[in-house]
């Protein structure tokens, strides 16, 4: 197949890439060191899980669970340990940490690979503006462990060791697009035609039937993020409602959630949220995204009823995941993130 890399075993192929993969062993350990020393505890959650997650645009690997009676019951593997790590959180813990190997389809690139490992950590009653504290002493860990005085990708560089901006999305909107994005958010919906009119003054194309999640999403891509992560990381934090995700609502807001992103070189490292324990609140926004799912991909996947048990019991905590195999990209100057996994998976 024309473009097709060669296989990764291949010695000449393995001694280009082992000082990436060196330097990703040094910053796991680092990570782990530095949890530790905060008093997390390191978990390992499962793979094979009921659901895979219920966000409209990420798309799991299915597979099938025989029990001794040969019935055979549909299983995924994860996208994310969310769902596992907060049964935790219910169960009692309230510091831990997981390096987790989670599962995508359809995604593959410089930046993407079918199986990859997500970092997670939560903090059980604790507010999620201190997982921006972590994000910034892990960039800094990072940079020491790879023997780094700068991340770099494409062009774009950060010093890992300056604080990072805090910029929230709606004056990311105002100051790089141009958009008043709160005033298209009411109730905690979005409307589409004030922000399709933002996006034409912004002079971002749009579809007639994309959503007001679409057009976010096309604002954000092309007007937004191509500022972020410059010179040094940004949080963009207070993402609008519609885009809540399993974030909570900010206290005294209806139109923002406890949710940021971290950005590096113009790279998401980071997802984190404050998070939604309001089970009714949490069953009805799966219910739009798989409703989505299943409009533009012509599929849904089933909710985790024993994760919304858990929820019930969870205690106020605060989340994030972060892309580590991105991170050691960053740190260690790889142009792909099949330079830093020990085994990519095969191209076919």
């Known amino acids: 197949m024309a473009g097709k890399r060669p296989p990764f075993w291949l010695p000449g192929r393995h001694a280009a890439r082992r000082p990436y993969l060196l330097a990703r062993g040094r910053i796991a350990a680092a990570l782990r060191a530095w949890f530790a020393q905060a008093g997390f505890l390191e978990v390992e959650t499962a793979t094979l899980q009921v659901s895979p997650g219920n966000e409209t645009h990420l798309h799991a690997f299915a597979t099938g669970l025989i029990g001794p009676d040969t019935v055979r019951h549909e299983l995924y593997l994860r996208t994310s340990p969310e769902f596992a790590c907060?049964?935790?959180?219910?169960a009692g813990e309230t510091r831990i940490f997981d390096f987790a190997r989670v599962f995508r389809n359809r995604e593959r690139g410089a930046l993407h690979h079918p199986e990859f490992t997500m970092l997670e950590w939560y903090r059980a009653n604790e507010s999620y503006e201190s997982l921006m504290d972590d994000c910034a002493a892990l960039i800094a860990e990072a940079a020491r462990a790879a023997g780094s005085t700068q991340f770099a990708f494409r062009g774009r560089t950060i010093d890992p060791f300056a604080a990072p901006e805090r910029l929230t999305?709606?004056?990311a909107f105002a100051r790089h697009a141009g958009v008043d994005l709160l005033a298209t958010v009411e109730g905690g919906k979005g409307d589409r035609a004030a922000l399709a009119r933002g996006a034409a003054k912004a002079a971002v194309a749009i579809a007639d039937d994309d959503t007001w999640g679409d057009i976010f999403s096309r604002i954000l891509a092309e007007r937004v993020e191509p500022h972020l992560g410059n010179g040094r990381a940004t949080l963009l934090y207070e993402y609008p409602l519609p885009q809540a995700a399993l974030a909570r609502t900010k206290p005294g807001s209806d139109k923002v959630a406890e949710r940021f992103e971290l950005y590096a070189c113009g790279v998401e490292l980071g997802n984190a949220f404050g998070e939604l324990t309001d089970?009714?609140?949490?069953r009805a926004r799966f219910?739009?995204?798989?409703?989505e799912k299943a409009r533009i991909h012509g599929e849904r996947y089933p909710l985790d009823e024993d994760f919304l048990d858990a929820l019930a019991q969870m205690p106020q905590a605060s989340g994030?995941?972060?892309?580590?195999?991105?991170?050691?990209m960053l740190a260690s100057g790889a142009e792909r993130i099949d330079q830093v996994i020990w085994t990519p998976v095969v191209e076919l």
């Not at 907060?86 to 219910?90: C, R, S």
């Not at 219910?287 to 409703?291: G, H, K, L, T």
């Open 86 to 90: 907060k049964k935790l959180l219910a």
């Open 169 to 171: 999305v709606a004056d």
């Open 279 to 282: 089970v009714a609140e949490q």
């Open 287 to 291: 219910a739009v995204a798989m409703d």
């Open 320 to 328: 994030i995941a972060l892309g580590f195999d991105r991170l050691v």
